[in-house]
Each structure stands twice: as structure tokens, then as C-alpha cells.
């Protein structure tokens, strides 16, 4: 799986290191995490029975998990019986062959795609490439990241990390040459870059024969899958081809239909803070006279069952991908998106990540200790995934690999991990109000209240790797 | 073994904790939060509610009675300057009697997707409407057509009859039947992926008006018709 991991990618420290450094960046973050935060939190608020939303999700995920052979036979069966072709795939390599076999097959030679973290996790359009087929982004953020030819850094906005200015910057130079180029005096109000995202992107729509998604939501019950998203990009994508290949990883099922009565009051408030998102598709299988004649859906393992296998780690399947948790995240609005080399970063990244890739390297090894262990990511977690549990879980795991395998331990990295956050402690104390109040503390009041939260957080990790040589209210002390 | 059987192996290997004789409904799941009935916040009625939060996200939305759908649906039209406009199959005749009939495209043949492009817009009805969070669903029933029909033209306009509209998302989902492809549209296209700042119009129709059709009570007690 290391082939996934982003090109010479330095281990999380360091990568975030440089990221700080980079005040740009910086700010772009800051702004965008700061506006985003508010808005869900208003979202949120707008629902009494927000903490019994998420218990709901939380429930039919562990559902799901401990059930999943099943439910992947149901939806293999419903899938199929609604016209679809079900092909499975164990690892990356197994997936983007089978991708590039479908495309192959219809001679075309080039595809619209919808953006899909399970797609870029296994490195599809580098793969589509190499076989000699085009690959075309359609969500803006995801186009603004191929045209700039750069890496995601955020599950939502993946060019989170890029102004207004940049963008035009980047669509004037590059649109050209992928299709129709930006207009002449583009400027960077929003409103004309999402314009010039229009007409750059119309052409290939009308013409697209082959589409490439991801999927939501996949109900196991009727076959159902769901796309949820913005733009109207997904429906382009969704609608108008002949054929439509659909990637999904194996934990994206739910039981039943209903199921989704909860998902969608979930995600949209989690992530964009919208009451619902502008677009939301389900398709079973085929329609007659309506969307692609052909669709296959291909079921990824790429790990996951690895993830299944460890109780305690399983429950980083129940994600969604809304990122509440980034945005809360003061190791991520001070590292940035690219430290975590992988599609995933953020809270979520640090547990998802080593596990779904194993912790080889350095990067996926030292992924556990890039948290403060404050909290504030389970608080707005619309699953209710313990983060914090899960990352402490892991840094045992990877301290007892690491003696085995007589390689360093990685208490070092721990350290600096905290340090980031820990000498602003203004900063983290504004993001965890921010958390708090939008996660609503019940039930675990005592634990966060208890200050300084994340100090004490830290210390009570009984299962932590041996403890650094002074403790970190020592520490804090002696920087502050 | 092949890539299914070796898939479903793992899942059960990683699966040993779990006991062999559990069952998925041994899992609780706990379904105490408002599975519908009462919005949770804002105008008590629907039609006001759905009215307000399609506004909220960029949708223009005009209350209407029986007797004014008609023309409604001209004037709307005419305002846009939409030269033409595309109505489903299945949209009452009643409602689109006061359109230009030269004004008037049946999707029958299918309109090429190149046409659909140039086209000034598409009358639908809807399948059902959600008022807590302002969604319109299309399940390509009557009078809503194919779902390029909605999405390729830039201008949307939606009729929506008062007592389509339900409280909260499970009870639409409980409407709705899945083996439909179901769209669940709240607002016109947007994205925020510019510095998290939302922008509305990007890939659908850029403009949505909603009529929605709100009698006010007969006086003798039977509906009007509409
Ligand atoms: S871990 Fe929770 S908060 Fe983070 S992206 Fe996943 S669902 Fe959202």
C-alpha cells in the first residue's frame, strides 16, 4: 500500500514543520476552518435531537461492522438483481486493474469523475494515466488540486490551502491546457472562478461517456448507493454517461433504506454546516431510459479488514468523511492537510490511515502522535468515533512494533507533536471552545472540563508509550 | 480463492469477537431522536417553513392558490426570457395553459444533450418536499421527466402542491421509493470549496423558483380543487 503514499513524503513532524513555516498557508486555513466551525455549529444547534442523531449513526454503524459479511452479500445481490455488475477487490492494485479493464472495454478513452476519497486512497487517476486514459476532476476543489498539480489536504475542500488569488492563478495558467481555458481577464471574486469551473467543465460533461464515482452511503437492503454533494458535478457524472463505475469501500454500507433517515441529517450539518447539501442522487442499479445503461459497482477491501480486525480500531469504519474533525483539529489548522501524507488527514487520518496502510513507514508511524489527545474531534464526531481512544490504542501498538523490530520508538515525535499546538495555547483554546460548544459536552463534561484538558488528556494515557522525560505540565510550565 | 471469497473470508476472520449466534438485531439501535412530525425550529407551518429555508439557500419561492398556478407558471417564464422551456410528460395541462405553446418542449423524443444545453429552462413538478431543511425530491414520476432534464438547462422551475410537503427527512425517506433514482435538491448548485465561502451556481441550474400551491381553508369544509 506504500505506493499510495504521497511522493516522498517526510514523517508527520517534519512535513508539519514546514507546513508552519509556510505563513500562507497559514491564514488560508485558519480562515477557512474558522468559518466553517461556526457554521456547523449553528447547524447543529438547530436540532434538539442532534446527540440522539449521532448515537443512531454511531449504532447502526457498529451494526453494520459486526455484520458486514452479510449486508456485502445483500448489497451483491440487490445490485445485481437491479441490473449492476459487482466486482471485488482486495487491495488497490486489484481495484484500479479492474477499473482500467471497464474502461477498456467500452474503447473510450477518457473519463468525468466525481470526487471520491476511496479513488484518489488507491491512486486511480495516476493508474488511468499510465494506461493511456485522461481522468477528468469535476468537483471544483478537486479540479483546482489537479490543475495546480498538487495533493489534497482537506476531505471536504481538498484545496483548502489555496486563496481566491491562487486559484486564479492556477486556472489561467493551466485550464488551457486540459480544455477550455479560463477567460480573458478572469478575476478572483469566487463567483467568476466558479463560472470559469462551469464552462471549462460543460464540454467534457456533454461528451463524457464513461463516469468514475465513489459513493456515500451503499444500502444494503434495496441496493441503494448515494452521492451527496454541491456542485452538481456528481449528477453530471451520475446522469449523463453510458457507463458508470462506482468505487466504494467496503465500509460504506448500511442495512436498510431508513438507515439513511439519519445519515442525511448527519453529514450535511457535520460538514458543510448546510441544513442539507444542494444535491443529494440515489440510483439502484440501472433505470430504463434514465442514466448510465451500464453501471458496476466495485467493492474495496484495501485494508479495511485489517481496520475491522482490531475491536478497538474497527470503529475508525464508522466514518463518514463529513471532517468536522479537521476542522476542530489544532494540530491540523496548524500542520496543515500535507502533513499527514495521505488522503485522509486530520483526527480522522491519524487513526484511519496506519491502519488501513499498516505503520511500515515513518509517516504512517509517527500518524498516531500527530494529536493533542484533546478531544474536541469525538465531541463534533457525528459517529461518535473516540478518537482519542483509537490514537492511544495505536501509539501502544506501534511502540510494541517498534521493539520488536528493534526500531526507534517514536516518543520524540510525541513530543513535538504537542509542541505545535501547546505554544499557542490561546489558538487551542479558541478551537476547543469552538468544538465544545458545537458538540454539545454531554455525558463527557467531566472529562474536558478538567483543566488544562489536553494536558491532563495526555497524561492519563496509561497506555501511552513510556512517558517523555519530564511531564508535559513540567513542560508547559517551562514554555509558556 | 477469488477476490469475493477471499474478501468475505477476511471479513469473518476479523470478525472472531464477534459471537456466532448474534444477530444484527442484537445490535441496538436506538431510534429516540424525532423520526418526524415536529420541525425543530421556525414558521409552525410547512408551507411558510419549506418557503423560508429554500430562501435561506438561494431559491426564490412564491406561494400561490389553484386558480393562480397557471399563470404563474407564464409569468415565471416570460420573466426569466426563457425562449423555451421543457415540460415533462405527466406536468397537469392545467398549469402550463397559459405557456406559449411554441414556448413548449416534450422530451418526447428525447432531447439531445446538446439541446438540453441550449434550452431556457424546465418546468417539474416535485414527489415530495422536506421543510426543515428546504429539499425538493424528484423521483422522475410525472411531470418531473429523465434527470438530465433538470440538470443541463440553467433555469429550474418547480411546482410544489401544499400537501406534498412533509416536516422532516424520515418522512420523506419514508415516501420515497428507492428503486427510483431519487434527486434531493435544497437550493441551486453551490460549492464552498473557494476559502470555504459559499457560492451558488456552479453545475446545475444556476436559478430555482419554486410555486408552491397553498389554498387557504374552504369555508365549507372540502378541499378546493386544484
Ligand atoms: S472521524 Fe467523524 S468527524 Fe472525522 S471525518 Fe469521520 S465522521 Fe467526520
Redesign the pocket.
Given at each position: 500500500m506504500n505506493d499510495t503514499t504521497f511522493l516522498g513524503m517526510p514523517a508527520f513532524p517534519s512535513a508539519a514543520k514546514s507546513a508552519l513555516d509556510n505563513a500562507q498557508l497559514r491564514r488560508n486555513l485558519a480562515h477557512a476552518t474558522d468559518t466553517i466551525r461556526g457554521k456547523r455549529a449553528h447547524a447543529v444547534g438547530e436540532l434538539d435531537d442532534w446527540e440522539e442523531l449521532r448515537e443512531a449513526g454511531r449504532a447502526i454503524k457498529e451494526r453494520t461492522l459486526r455484520h458486514l459479511d452479510r449486508y456485502l452479500i445483500q448489497v451483491e445481490e440487490r445490485v445485481t438483481a437491479a441490473g449492476g455488475h459487482v466486482h471485488w477487490a482486495r487491495d488497490a492494485e486489484e481495484a484500479r486493474r479492474i477499473v482500467i479493464d471497464l474502461v477498456q472495454a467500452t474503447g473510450e478513452r477518457e473519463v468525468v469523475k466525481v470526487k471520491s476519497m476511496a479513488t484518489q486512497e488507491i491512486g486511480l487517476n495516476e493508474a488511468l494515466a499510465d494506461a493511456g486514459i485522461s481522468a477528468y476532476e469535476t468537483d471544483l476543489a478537486e479540479l483546482i488540486v489537479q490543475l495546480g498539480q498538487d495533493h489534497p489536504s482537506h476531505?471536504l475542500v481538498p484545496a483548502i490551502h489555496r486563496n481566491r488569488a491562487e486559484i486564479r492563478d492556477i486556472f489561467v495558467r493551466a485550464m488551457g491546457d486540459y480544455g477550455t481555458a479560463a477567460p480573458a481577464g478572469l478575476s478572483d471574486d469566487p463567483h467568476a472562478l466558479a463560472e470559469a469551473a462551469r464552462r471549462h467543465l460543460r464540454e467534457k460533461f456533454l461528451r463524457a461517456k464513461v463516469a468514475v464515482s465513489g459513493a456515500n452511503f451503499l444500502v444494503a437492503e434495496t441496493g441503494t448507493a448515494v452521492v451527496v454533494e454541491s456542485e452538481g458535478n456528481g449528477r453530471m457524472c451520475l446522469t449523463l454517461p453510458d457507463t458508470l463505475i462506482s468505487v466504494v469501500g467496503i465500509e460504506k454500507v448500511v442495512p436498510t433504506w431508513r438507515d439513511l433517515e439519519v445519515f442525511l441529517q448527519l453529514l450535511p450539518r457535520?460538514s458543510t454546516g448546510e441544513r442539507m447539501n444542494p444535491y443529494t442522487s440515489t440510483w439502484t442499479g440501472t433505470a430504463a431510459d434514465d442514466g448510465p445503461s451500464t453501471f458496476h459497482l466495485v467493492l474495496l477491501d484495501a485494508g479495511r479488514t485489517d481496520t475491522l480486525a482490531d475491536p478497538i480500531g474497527r470503529q475508525a469504519l464508522?466514518?463518514?468523511?463529513?471532517?468536522?474533525?479537521?476542522n476542530v483539529c489544532p494540530v491540523y489548522e496548524r500542520a496543515g492537510g500535507h502533513a499527514y501524507g495521505s488522503v485522509y488527514p486530520?483526527?480522522?487520518g491519524a487513526i484511519l490511515t496506519p491502519q488501513l496502510r499498516g505503520t511500515t513507514s515513518a509517516v504512517d508511524r509517527s500518524l498516531p502522535y500527530a494529536s493533542t489527545l484533546c478531544g474536541a474531534?469525538y465531541e463534533?464526531?457525528?459517529?461518535k468515533?473516540n478518537?482519542p481512544e483509537v490514537l492511544v490504542h495505536l501509539r501502544a501498538r506501534v511502540v510494541d512494533d517498534s521493539r520488536r523490530r528493534r526500531i526507534p520508538t517514536p516518543e520524540k515525535l510525541a513530543m513535538s507533536a504537542a509542541r505545535w499546538v501547546l505554544s499557542h495555547p490561546s489558538r487551542l483554546a479558541a478551537v476547543q471552545r469552538a468544538g465544545s460548544a458545537a458538540g454539545r459536552l454531554a455525558g463527557r463534561r467531566g472529562r474536558i472540563s478538567r483543566l488544562p484538558g489536553p494536558l491532563s488528556a495526555w497524561t492519563e494515557t496509561r497506555d501511552a508509550p513510556a512517558p517523555p522525560t519530564e511531564t508535559f505540565r513540567a513542560w508547559w510550565r517551562r514554555n509558556r | 480463492m477469488n477476490a469475493r471469497d477471499d474478501v468475505l473470508a477476511r471479513v469473518r476472520r476479523a470478525l472472531a469477537d464477534v459471537p456466532d449466534d448474534e444477530r444484527p438485531q442484537d445490535v441496538p439501535v436506538d431510534r429516540r431522536y424525532s423520526a418526524g412530525g415536529t420541525p425543530p425550529a421556525g414558521p409552525p407551518d410547512l408551507v411558510q417553513l419549506l418557503a423560508e429555508r429554500l430562501t435561506d439557500y438561494g431559491a426564490s419561492v412564491r406561494p400561490v392558490t389553484s386558480d393562480e398556478v397557471a399563470a404563474a407558471v407564464a409569468q415565471a417564464v416570460s420573466a426569466r426570457g426563457a425562449h423555451s422551456v421543457v415540460v415533462p410528460r405527466g406536468f397537469p395541462p392545467q398549469w402550463q395553459a397559459a405557456l406559449a405553446a411554441e414556448r413548449v418542449l416534450t422530451d418526447e423524443p428525447r432531447l439531445p444533450v446538446e439541446q438540453l444545453d441550449r434550452i431556457g429552462g424546465v418546468v417539474t413538478t416535485v414527489a415530495t418536499a422536506i421543510a426543515a431543511t428546504g429539499t425538493l425530491v424528484l423521483d422522475c414520476g410525472p411531470g418531473q421527466g429523465r434527470r438530465a432534464l433538470t440538470l443541463v438547462p440553467d433555469y429550474h422551475l418547480c411546482v410544489v402542491r401544499a400537501e406534498q410537503i412533509v416536516a422532516s427527512v424520515p418522512e420523506a425517506l419514508a415516501r420515497l421509493a428507492p428503486v427510483r433514482p431519487l434527486t434531493f435538491i435544497s437550493g441551486p448548485s453551490a460549492t464552498s470549496d473557494i476559502e470555504l465561502d459559499r457560492v451558488e451556481g456552479v453545475h446545475g441550474p444556476r436559478t430555482l423558483q419554486v410555486l408552491v400551491i397553498s389554498d387557504p381553508p374552504n369555508p365549507l369544509g372540502t378541499p378546493l380543487e386544484s
Open positions: 476531505i457535520s464508522n466514518c463518514i468523511r463529513c471532517s468536522a474533525c479537521l486530520g483526527p480522522i474531534c463534533v464526531c457525528p459517529v468515533i478518537i | -
